[in-house]
Nanobody, 120 residues
């Protein structure tokens, strides 16, 4: 019914930048919050950043001042601009959306994940 497709991951040197994108498609009536999570090897999944439909944002302490989340509501798309990347940012990044489908369902949808590797 609903698909989230991420793009923009890759290999970058410490101090570099990447921009992740996530587009939601399918039987979507409305999207509430969208966010980015990550799971590093041997660690639990953690929230990186989230943004409401009204534009209110929330960030993990570890990324404040370096990452910026934004969204284009008309495109059902959320972005994560990542600057000053550190090796500890290496993880699989997952897009998440809390939404209502055209069938009246409240859904918590996830993307397939995109690998971000920060290494020299």
């Amino acid at each position: 019914q609903v698909q989230l497709v991420e793009s923009g991951g890759g290999l970058v040197q410490p101090g570099g930048s990447l921009r992740l994108s996530c587009a939601a498609s399918g039987s979507i009536f409305s999207i509430n919050a969208m966010g980015w999570y990550r799971r590093a090897p041997g660690k639990q999944r953690e929230l990186v950043a989230s943004i409401t439909s009204g534009g209110s944002t929330n960030y993990a302490d570890s990324v404040k001042g370096r990452f910026t989340i934004s969204r284009a509501n008309a495109k059902n798309t959320v972005y994560l601009q990542m600057n000053s990347l550190k090796p500890e940012d290496t993880a699989v990044y997952y897009c998440n959306a809390n939404l209502h489908s055209n069938y009246g369902q409240a859904l918590d949808s996830w993307g397939q994940g995109t690998q971000v590797t920060v290494s020299s």
